[in-house]
């Protein structure tokens, strides 16, 4: 499999990197209580925020930059970017949660819900005790999971791990949730960990879209006349484009151009998760998501996982993002090894 890849890769007319074995960088992390954010720097340039506001219905990592100061996340709504894309206004930087959780759609929901629905989604509330250890590179917390009564199906404990090494950024996300009352994750499409892509990391399409300028402008650009978009997706079992989404593969990639720089935003699934290789809604519009309790849907009803908590039951879901912008994309064997050390942790 690995050689297909990389013949793959070959005649995508790739260029793979190959030096994988860089110094490690400081990781600094900046408080900002007021704003309830935290920077999280590689050396003195930043990485991404940590931020958790309720405002944003759950805690996001947002912006996300590679080295370089390239930013591979859509600025929409939080920083509209000239060309930005306005569909989902959910889709803020990177972020976890489900569709339906005990009825509760915890993914949709966004100051574009009204008040009188607001009742239907969940609220993913932040706990601003937050640990935070600059040798290890962790971010700690806690957040609860709650409807509009503010009443807690799901404690969330989360630790983000952040390395930096040569040209690569690297984010180690592992989540437990335990229940606070019985709770069913109903299979759903929409979930669970994911991140909305640049304009430039968007697969070219035939369909009509809305963008915005830096101003808030909106402007409708037909279909086929988008020149920025020239992004294309990778699955570890060599699925790629609008293939990838609703398979199974164990990792995942996307990759495009952002100016003169080759950009890859990697997602990599634990051997431990449940339903492990997880399910991919990876989507040409910029959603990139790894949901392994989607299987009904991406089986078109074949199967069903359905996952179930009883009070005081756990699930711990575990991966690892993979940042990079330069002259070139990681190949597959390079991707295989980073899976590989994180299916260790």
Same mark, same amino acid.
């Given at each position: 499999?690995?050689?297909?890849?990389?013949?793959?890769? *070959?005649?995508?007319?790739?260029?793979? =990197? $190959?030096?994988? $074995? $860089?110094?490690?960088?400081?990781?600094?992390?900046?408080?900002?209580?007021?704003?309830?954010?935290?920077?999280?720097?590689?050396? &003195?340039?930043?990485?991404?925020?940590?931020?958790?506001? @309720?405002?944003?219905?759950?805690?996001?990592?947002?912006?996300?930059?590679?080295?370089?100061?390239?930013?591979?996340?859509?600025?929409?709504?939080?920083?509209?970017?000239?060309?930005?894309?306005?569909?989902? +206004?959910?889709?803020?930087?990177?972020?976890?949660?489900?569709?339906?959780?005990?009825?509760?759609?915890?993914?949709?929901?966004?100051?574009?819900?009204?008040?009188?629905?607001?009742?239907?989604?969940?609220?993913?509330?932040?706990?601003?005790?937050? @640990?935070?250890?600059?040798?290890?590179?962790?971010?700690?917390?806690?957040?609860?999971? =709650?409807?509009?009564?503010?009443?807690?199906?799901?404690?969330?404990?989360?630790?983000?791990?952040? &390395?930096?090494?040569?040209?690569?950024?690297?984010?180690?996300?592992?989540?437990?949730?335990?229940?606070?009352?019985?709770?069913?994750?109903?299979? *759903?499409?929409?979930?669970?960990?994911?991140?909305?892509?640049?304009?430039?990391?968007?697969?070219?399409?035939?369909?009509?879209?809305?963008? =915005?300028?830096?101003?808030?402008?909106? =402007?409708?650009?037909?279909?086929?006349?988008?020149?920025?978009?020239?992004? &294309?997706?990778?699955?570890?079992?060599?699925?790629?484009?609008?293939?990838?989404?609703?398979?199974?593969?164990?990792?995942?990639?996307?990759?495009?151009?952002?100016?003169?720089?080759?950009?890859?935003?990697?997602?990599?699934?634990?051997?431990?998760?449940?339903?492990? +290789?997880?399910?991919?809604?990876?989507?040409?519009?910029?959603?990139?998501?790894? &949901?392994?309790?989607?299987?009904?849907?991406?089986?078109?009803?074949?199967?069903?996982?359905?996952?179930?908590?009883?009070?005081?039951?756990?699930?711990?879901?575990?991966?690892?993002?993979?940042?990079?912008?330069? +002259?070139?994309? +990681?190949?597959?064997?390079?991707?295989?090894?980073?899976?590989?050390?994180?299916?260790?942790?």
């Amino acid at each position: 499999m690995r050689q297909k890849l990389n013949s793959l890769f *070959a005649c995508l007319g790739l260029f793979c =990197t $190959a030096d994988v $074995a $860089a110094q490690k960088q400081a990781i600094t992390f900046n408080r900002h209580p007021a704003e309830k954010k935290i920077d999280i720097l590689v050396g &003195n340039k930043m990485f991404t925020s940590f931020l958790y506001t @309720e405002k944003l219905e759950k805690p996001v990592l947002f912006p996300v930059l590679a080295n370089h100061q390239v930013d591979v996340t859509r600025g929409f709504p939080l920083q509209p970017k000239n060309g930005d894309p306005t569909d989902h +206004p959910h889709h803020i930087g990177i972020w976890f949660n489900f569709e339906n959780l005990n009825g509760l759609d915890f993914w949709n929901n966004s100051y574009a819900i009204p008040a009188e629905k607001k009742s239907a989604y969940g609220w993913i509330k932040t706990d601003p005790k937050i @640990e935070t250890d600059a040798k290890t590179g962790v971010l700690a917390y806690r957040a609860r999971w =709650t409807n509009q009564k503010d009443e807690t199906l799901l404690i969330e404990s989360t630790k983000l791990t952040f &390395n930096a090494a040569g040209d690569y950024r690297i984010i180690d996300r592992e989540t437990t949730l335990t229940a606070s009352t019985a709770v069913t994750f109903t299979d *759903a499409k929409d979930g669970m960990l994911a991140i909305r892509l640049a304009h430039e990391l968007q697969i070219p399409t035939d369909k009509d879209q809305k963008f =915005t300028d830096d101003k808030g402008n909106v =402007t409708l650009i037909k279909g086929g006349t988008d020149l920025v978009a020239n992004g &294309n997706y990778l699955t570890s079992i060599g699925k790629t484009g609008d293939a990838a989404w609703s398979t199974r593969a164990s990792w995942c990639m996307a990759f495009g151009k952002m100016g003169n720089d080759s950009v890859s935003v990697i997602i990599i699934d634990h051997p431990k998760n449940i339903n492990y +290789p997880t399910y991919w809604h990876a989507r040409g519009y910029g959603l990139f998501a790894a &949901n392994p309790l989607g299987e009904k849907i991406f089986t078109n009803g074949a199967s069903a996982k359905n996952l179930q908590l009883k009070k005081g039951e756990s699930a711990t879901f575990r991966f690892r993002i993979v940042v990079n912008a330069g +002259p070139g994309l +990681p190949s597959p064997q390079q991707i295989e090894q980073w899976a590989a050390a994180f299916a260790k942790k």
